[in-house]
């Protein structure tokens, strides 16, 4: 089962909000609907929103030709919404802008929906390619820690940090996956332990806050994240609480991994400084499950990302390339890694 | 209001598991009941459970003198079981042993109560004293940001870190507060933000992991933590969590002050790799507002306090001293500062 795809002329997609508890899908029909999903994160993660934001410009456009409205207008209204849904998650424009650029050049909606499937396709193939490269420069790792939900249910199939982890036990079987609950809305514990269980991977979901000890203590070998979205230095923008545990790997001389397709890296933002983070309803964080439990009368703030700088970062793996962060090297580097410049190539793929 | 009481012959606690929503009182009389609400986090908090472990064993003696039991064989069952009841939590034990030195000394039941209210006192006192001292040392502070709760709640009056934090705000209205929720038990967005919205004290909470991408990106002045156990040679072990603000201040070139009494330090104790950690159930981790939101299946790792060595402490301040931790120094450091030495006095206080 895929988490998102072209089904009978809609898009289809897992309704990641009612995992694990139940497994359902929603039909999408229009792109309004489209941004509500994307929005509550029934749909989420970096790969999966770049393939979310192709096939919402092929809906508009197919929605368009139904109708006989003007295909550029829907299609430039469509692309405003889509990317206003999420600010942080690059790849959700990179869809989007995608389709654009096949616009630009003369595609017609059944030319845009050729490319959109194409986008879904590639991201299948890169999830496989980039898992394999983390896999191998990771070999060895016999405990791993991740954090959020960077898995099948982030992409089309395979995901990236839980394709490496999953590759990696394919490869020798680990002894034991830390997954990071993922406060305020648990996609560790809901989501990521989840996949790990039908994986038939070994886990425990800890507290975000439990890592750093963990690591500090020797428990975890090495530490893999996806990203939402990497800036032309190096610096990588990914799921609130990333960043302790990039310190924590630092404090413990353990390599800190990003698996993220080529699609996260973003050549027009110079550093994290200048990517803007989304602050999201402070009810995430004064409820749970639908309760207030904070203090009556306490306000919130909740951002849903933060920035590790590449100084902490050990490598970045995608689907073409090992990119080499500047943290002290925890691993045995091979030779072919690149260094990440800010003139490195920004939208080449898929 | 007080957290922890001796009342009418029996010991009186605020219910802290009903909080913020319902102040209540619980009035003990037997020691195996406060066992209970121990272990329930009914009553917690470093320094009210010193003067919990005392008042427990003064309730023993005055039971066993009721009922004409052998008190000293009353008071080392009593001793037994508080002491178990959270094996990381330095104070306990503490407020134990000064009971057993006192009847060592030949007290009875009265001077064994006399002894346990004047460790009730004298913890107080000590809560005033070590406030001032954090507060001259980070006076100019505007924004704090606080693990956990180390507040009034967490002792008789006044608290440790929220006494610091109380009396910055006393000498220079703080611009803000930032709450750690604390997961799993939301100690910080329970009880600590209702300590700062009855102080009128402007506070947000946030999710524990959101604390690296704020102090990170300067939004934080200092860090003020309480403790659970100091070390001999400075390892502080606190609430899970404290060790990722740690690195985090020390990323960002903060103050990382521990505020505690004098019981906390136990100079027994060489380093932090010494300290007991307390594992707690998984459900804590795995539910939610008693509701099971982890997949199923799968299972948790619970670890209630981690350690923070001494290279990233600035500074623990006590009731009677400025003890300078080893970080390098984000504070022009006062010349009174002590040096923690293993040879350091350990059960001197209060």
């Known amino acids: 089962m895929r988490t998102i795809d072209w089904v009978d002329g809609r898009i289809r997609i897992i309704d990641q909000t009612r995992l694990p508890l139940e497994l359902c899908t929603i039909d999408i029909a229009e792109v309004d609907e489209l941004v ?177 000890g963990l690591v500090a203590g020797g428990a975890v070998d090495a530490v893999v994240v996806g990203a939402d979205r990497i800036a032309a230095n190096g610096d990588v923008a990914n799921k609130v609480g990333t960043l302790a545990h990039a310190l924590a790997a630092r404090h413990a001389g353990i390599p800190f991994v990003v698996a993220a397709p080529e699609s996260t890296i973003d050549g027009a933002t110079e550093s994290g400084r200048d990517i803007p983070i989304e602050i999201r309803d402070e009810a995430e964080v004064l409820d749970v499950a639908g309760r207030r439990v904070a203090a009556p009368g306490s306000t919130g703030w909740n951002p849903a990302f933060d920035v590790t700088p590449v100084q902490l970062v050990t490598a970045v793996v995608t689907e073409a390339r090992t990119i080499r962060g500047r943290a002290e090297r925890a691993l045995p580097v091979p030779d072919d890694l690149t260094e990440l410049t800010p003139a490195g190539p920004a939208t080449t793929a898929p």
Do not use: F, K
Not at 118 to 123: H, M, W, Y
Not at 158 to 173: E, F, K, N, T
């Open 36 to 212: 509500t999903h994307i929005c509550s994160l029934a749909v989420r993660g970096a790969m999966a929103l770049g393939v979310a934001g192709a096939l919402g410009m092929a809906l508009a456009a197919t929605r368009a030709a139904e109708s006989g409205a003007d295909l550029d207008s829907e299609l430039a209204a469509a692309a405003d919404l889509l990317i206003a849904a999420r600010p942080t998650a690059v790849n959700l424009g990179w869809g989007v802008r995608e389709l654009l650029l096949a616009r630009a050049g003369g595609a017609d909606a059944g030319q845009l929906l050729t490319r959109a499937l194409a986008i879904r396709d590639a991201d299948i193939a890169a999830s496989r390619a980039l898992s394999e490269r983390g896999a191998q420069l990771l070999a060895g790792a016999r405990t791993v820690l991740t954090h959020c939900n960077a898995g099948a249910l982030a992409g089309v199939e395979g995901g990236s940090a839980l394709g490496v982890i999953g590759r990696l036990h394919a490869d020798q079987p680990l002894e034991l996956v830390y997954v990071c609950e993922t406060r305020p809305l648990l996609q560790g514990s809901r989501l990521t332990a989840w996949e790990l269980g039908r994986l038939g991977i070994p886990h425990r979901v800890i507290v975000d806050s439990a890592a750093a």
